[in-house]
């Protein structure tokens, strides 16, 4: 498994993950930030953790974020 971590704060709403993972990122209408998709939020950082079959297409999510706010760490 994994953990995707988004400092959502500094989103530009480029769209770049969601043209990578789609199934785990949106753009908000709101606010016209991406949302990572089931996250928790702590001190507004957004988390979730994912299995192992979504980590290649979010890792393109992570290098194609231009302000690099998407991070993604390996728990089990
Ligand atoms: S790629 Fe980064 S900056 Fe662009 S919408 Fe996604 S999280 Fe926001």
């Known amino acids: 498994m994994y953990k995707i971590i988004q400092y959502r704060n500094k989103c530009i709403g480029c769209n770049a993950c969601v043209e990578a993972a789609p199934k785990r990122w ?36 992570k290098h194609n974020c231009p302000v690099n706010i998407i991070a993604i760490k390996k728990i089990g």
């Open 26 to 61: 949106i753009v908000s209408r709101k606010d016209g930030r991406a949302i990572l998709v089931g996250a928790n939020i702590k001190k507004g950082i957004h988390m979730v953790d994912i299995e192992d079959w979504e980590f290649e297409e979010n890792e393109n999510a």
